[in-house]
């Protein structure tokens, strides 16, 4: 794998505050966060993937916010059916008999459904793709002409080197300097691997945090609030250099 599997990490973290300003919708029977752009064009829009807290999580609402704020459509769905992790979920919670029911064949169809939706009802003529965490590994697998057109992921969990090198659009990453899933030695192979394609990428890596940085940071400590707030600033000009028409 270019990032290993999720671990009790990627359920812990701090609360933000703040009021969502997004509503939520339902795509079919996908319940699914909302996000305008002042001016409420669709064209140049952002799926966003979420990590396993899911798409009712404050912290992710406000980072879909975000992205409105500068100019993008955003959609973000329930990758779950429902059956999210719950933030700080107690030392016995077993992430990995979780994630068996949250595997490709339960998650695609939601993404296919969601993707199809975007293109073809809500006018979405440009699509980029954020992954936190689990979502990370799902932008990989769309990254390709008529799904996902431009992709950013932060600290991405169970990327396989396939679905890397399968990418066939521009991919930027923001990584934690310590993060026992996306490992120094799996940053360097994704390295290796994105250098032999030919594809625009970036990758950024951030001192003083640790897996879940960019969603879930302690934002009263100065460092990793500034490696938050970098993350999202990569992600948004890497999306005006390359989504945006």
């Known amino acids: 794998m270019t990032s290993n599997s999720l671990s009790h990490c990627c359920t812990t973290g701090s609360l933000h505050e703040g009021e969502a300003k997004g509503e939520i919708k339902n795509i079919g029977d996908i319940s699914t966060y909302f996000a305008y752009p002042p001016g409420k ?37 329930d990758l779950f059916n429902g059956d999210s992790v719950p933030l700080n979920r107690p030392e016995g919670f077993n992430v990995m008999d979780w994630v068996q029911n949250h595997l490709p064949p339960q998650t695609d169809p939601i993404i296919d459904n969601v993707l199809k939706e975007m293109r073809e009802s809500l006018g979405c003529k440009r699509i980029g793709g954020v992954g936190y965490c689990f979502g990370g590994k799902y932008v990989c697998r769309y990254l390709k002409p008529g799904k996902l057109d431009v992709g950013f992921t932060a600290h991405p969990t169970m990327v396989e080197p396939d679905e890397l090198r399968g990418i066939e659009g521009p991919l930027s990453i923001a990584a934690a300097v310590r993060d026992i899933i996306f490992t120094t030695t799996k940053r360097h192979e994704s390295e290796e691997i994105l250098d032999s394609l030919d594809v625009a990428y970036q990758i950024n890596t951030f001192s003083d945090v640790e897996h879940g940085f960019s969603v879930r940071c302690d934002l009263s400590k100065p460092r990793q609030k500034f490696a938050k707030e970098q993350a999202f600033s990569q992600a948004v000009a890497w999306f005006d250099q390359y989504l945006k028409e």
């Open 41 to 77: 064009s669709t064209e140049n829009a952002i799926l966003i993937l979420t990590d396993v807290i899911g798409h009712k999580f404050i912290n992710a609402q406000l980072i879909a916010d975000q992205f409105a704020a500068k100019g993008y459509f955003v959609v973000m769905p």
